[in-house]
């Protein structure tokens, strides 16, 4: 039975008649979208090729996204980054990056970016200092490790380390008592 359901259903066969109106939808959908796009798209303006932001100074920084580390010419006025481009030069990248480093600026200028340690306290988020989180995460590590074992704990890295930092976290893990390490990227 199986044999003949493999004869009979192929989905790369197609009639003449189906392959023709697949044909034209497609003909249809792509002169739409030609004419849809009529002036959308123009040539920059002398004006507006001229620097957008005058007295800004340009940063040469990478982006943090992974630890490839591809280059960004920051634009920042007045203590804000205003505007990005790829940095040409850069021996990395070599004048390009993904989109992720494409969008950069946002990631930084977030309103959800955190920039401190928070700490929930009564069902509300609430600053604290780096000490107190540092003091904080490391009694909670030596108490997991003293009631359950090294091993009740397990330590990731992440895309945005390099080589020299996944050492450092191994490093500490084993410092710690366990083997349990692993990439964020396996989950």
Same mark, same amino acid.
């Given at each position: 039975?199986? +044999?003949?359901?493999?004869?009979?259903?192929? &989905?790369l066969?197609?009639?003449?008649?189906?392959?023709?109106?697949?044909?034209?939808?497609?003909?249809?959908?792509?002169i739409?979208?030609?004419?849809?796009?009529?002036?959308?798209v123009?040539?920059?303006?002398?004006?507006?090729?001229?620097? #957008?932001? &005058?007295?800004?100074? %340009?940063?040469?920084?990478?982006?943090?996204?992974?630890?490839?580390?591809?280059?960004?010419?920051?634009?920042?006025?007045?203590?804000?980054?205003?505007?990005?481009?790829?940095?040409?030069?850069?021996?990395?990248?070599?004048?390009?990056?993904?989109?992720?480093?494409?969008?950069?600026?946002?990631?930084?200028?977030?309103?959800?970016?955190?920039?401190? &340690?928070?700490?929930?306290?009564?069902?509300?988020? %609430?600053?604290?200092?780096?000490?107190?989180?540092?003091?904080?995460?490391? +009694?909670?590590?030596?108490?997991?490790?003293?009631?359950?074992?090294?091993?009740?704990?397990?330590?990731?890295?992440s #895309? %945005?380390?390099?080589?020299?930092?996944?050492?450092?976290?191994?490093?500490?893990?084993?410092?710690?008592?366990?083997?349990?390490?692993?990439?964020? #990227?396996?989950?």
């Amino acid at each position: 039975m199986s +044999e003949y359901v493999a004869q009979t259903f192929s &989905p790369l066969k197609a009639s003449r008649r189906s392959f023709l109106k697949m044909s034209a939808l497609g003909i249809g959908a792509g002169i739409s979208s030609l004419s849809a796009n009529q002036g959308i798209v123009r040539e920059a303006t002398q004006e507006e090729l001229k620097e #957008a932001y &005058p007295d800004s100074q %340009k940063i040469k920084t990478v982006c943090s996204i992974c630890s490839v580390g591809c280059g960004i010419v920051a634009e920042v006025k007045n203590g804000v980054w205003v505007r990005q481009e790829v940095a040409q030069d850069h021996p990395v990248s070599r004048g390009g990056h993904c989109s992720k480093g494409a969008d950069m600026i946002d990631l930084v200028r977030s309103a959800k970016r955190v920039k401190y &340690p928070m700490k929930k306290e009564n069902g509300e988020w %609430k600053r604290i200092s780096w000490e107190q989180a540092l003091d904080e995460i490391g +009694e909670k590590l030596g108490q997991l490790k003293k009631d359950y074992s090294p091993d009740s704990v397990q330590f990731f890295g992440s #895309a %945005k380390v390099g080589n020299e930092q996944c050492y450092y976290i191994r490093k500490f893990a084993t410092m710690f008592g366990t083997n349990n390490i692993d990439h964020q #990227a396996r989950l």
